[in-house]
């Protein structure tokens, strides 16, 4: 089994609807996790809205020490529609992916059933994806997670899984 990390929509435009806080521990939480990709050396893509800025520049310091980089901007919510997500996944044999990002509800959760529906098993954490403020309550996409993937309730037991894989 062979895992990949998708860091979905982590621009400014997003993370400014978060509620206050929120940012602060998904962008640490998210750290971690590409940390520890750097080490392992897992497979890295940041997908983006089309129509807005960059990745946050906190993870997008860090992108520049994985190996295993892509960055594709999406025109839509799926990050499979309209993209070559599916054939950069295939080239690196990924089967496991770990979503991180926002909204948990929608772009994240939309690109997740594709993966599901393409054959991919899917992971994420309570404290690597969220919802914009307007969007709460999470559960009703958390329930999403738990049911159709692997929901953990913190990013250490996402990485301590991860370690077992390998």
Do not use: W
């Not at 996790?33 to 997908?47: A, D, H, P, T």
């Not at 309550?137 to 990013?155: C, E």
Request: charged content about 25%.
């Amino acid at each position: 089994m062979k895992p990949a990390v998708l860091v979905v929509d982590m621009q400014e435009y997003f993370l400014s609807a978060l509620l206050r806080g929120t940012r602060k521990i998904l962008v640490s939480s998210q750290l971690q996790v590409l940390e520890y990709c750097v080490r392992e050396g897992i497979q890295v893509i940041f997908l983006e809205h089309e129509y807005h800025e960059r990745t946050t520049r906190e993870l997008n310091a860090k992108s520049r020490q994985i190996k295993i980089f892509e960055r594709i901007r999406k025109p839509g919510n799926n990050g499979f529609v309209g993209t070559n997500l599916e054939s950069v996944l295939d080239q690196f044999e990924a089967d496991i992916l770990c979503l991180m990002g926002v909204n948990a509800s929608y772009c994240v959760k939309q690109t997740a059933r594709s993966a599901i529906r393409k054959g991919f098993s899917i992971l994420t954490s309570t404290d690597l994806i969220a919802d914009a403020r307007y969007y709460l309550p999470k559960n009703m996409s958390l329930d999403f997670y738990r049911k159709k993937g692997v929901l953990f309730d913190a990013h250490q037991d996402l990485i301590s899984y991860l370690e077992a894989l390998r």
